[in-house]
């Protein structure tokens, strides 16, 4: 059974930078698409970026340009590097994976808090 797990999560100053990381455990670990969410207080949990297993990145409107996902398949890892954080980036970030086009996301981590303060 793969679990992921989050780690990387911090305070930071607004403008300043954080880098997430997502770790997938487990025997064998294959996916079609990995991906990182977020949920502020009293929010609802929402995309903000993906990776495919062929590389295709994709970003929602609000971290476009800022943020950037990669991943390490030899560690069996998926990065997220946060640059220019504003006060609204604030979150639980969460790693998610799909195995395939007709699954919905699945083994979700605990999460990673960060935090942007003025």
């Known amino acids: 059974q793969v679990q992921l797990a989050e780690s990387g999560g911090g305070s930071v100053q607004v403008g300043g930078s954080l880098r997430l990381s997502c770790a997938a455990s487990?025997?064998?670990?294959?996916?079609?698409?990995m991906g990182w969410f977020r949920q502020a207080p009293g929010k609802e949990r929402e995309f903000v970026a993906s990776?495919?297993?062929?590389?295709?990145?994709s970003y929602s409107d609000y971290v476009k340009g800022r943020f950037t996902v990669s991943r390490d398949i030899a560690r069996n890892t998926m990065y997220l590097q946060m640059n220019n954080l504003k006060p609204e980036d604030t979150a639980i970030y969460l790693c998610?994976?799909?195995?395939?086009?007709?699954?919905?996301?699945?083994?979700w981590g605990q999460g990673t808090q960060v935090t942007v303060f003025p």
């Open positions: 998610a994976r799909r195995i395939s086009s007709n699954t919905d996301y699945g083994s």
């Open positions: 990776i495919a297993a062929s590389g295709h990145t």
């Open positions: 487990g025997r064998t670990f294959s996916f079609y698409v």
